[in-house]
């Protein structure tokens, strides 16, 4: 069974920087493409970023490009994000996933439905 465990989250103010980590149980973590997702309060979730592995490439979201930076650790079985500049908008409980795909779309990327999610980590911006 494939299990996620999200940490980092916090309060910040704005131009802080975080850094979201997601500890990925099980065997195939090289073999699955990982994501980031967020869900602001009264907003419907979208994708941040897609670490995709049928073609090496990572993807953003326009509103976090140049500022966030998602990567993984095979060795570790951890996936990352770096999230400097935070700005209030990016206020939201941040979810990492495994087992989805993900694909380019003009400036952003698709995705379809993941199978496995971490339970989520409180990022709050506010002066």
């Known amino acids: 069974q494939v299990q996620l465990v999200e940490s980092g989250g916090g309060q910040v103010r704005p131009g802080a920087s975080l850094t979201l980590s997601c500890e990925i149980s099980?065997?195939?973590?090289?073999?699955?493409?990982v994501a980031w997702f967020r869900q602001a309060p009264g907003k419907q979730r979208e994708g941040v970023s897609c670490?995709?592995?049928?073609?090496?490439?990572?993807y953003y979201v326009p509103s976090v490009k140049g500022r966030f930076t998602a990567s993984r650790d095979s060795m570790k079985n951890t996936l990352y994000l770096k999230m400097n500049d935070l700005r209030p908008e990016d206020t939201a409980v941040y979810y990492c996933?495994?087992?989805?795909?993900?694909?380019?779309?003009?400036?952003?990327?698709?995705?379809?439905?993941?199978?496995?999610w971490g339970q989520g980590t409180q990022v709050t911006v506010s002066s």
């Open positions: 996933a495994a087992d989805l795909w993900c694909g380019p779309a003009r400036e952003s990327f698709y995705y379809d439905e993941p199978n496995f």
């Open positions: 099980g065997d195939n973590f090289p073999s699955y493409t």
């Open positions: 670490l995709a592995h049928a073609d090496g490439r990572t």
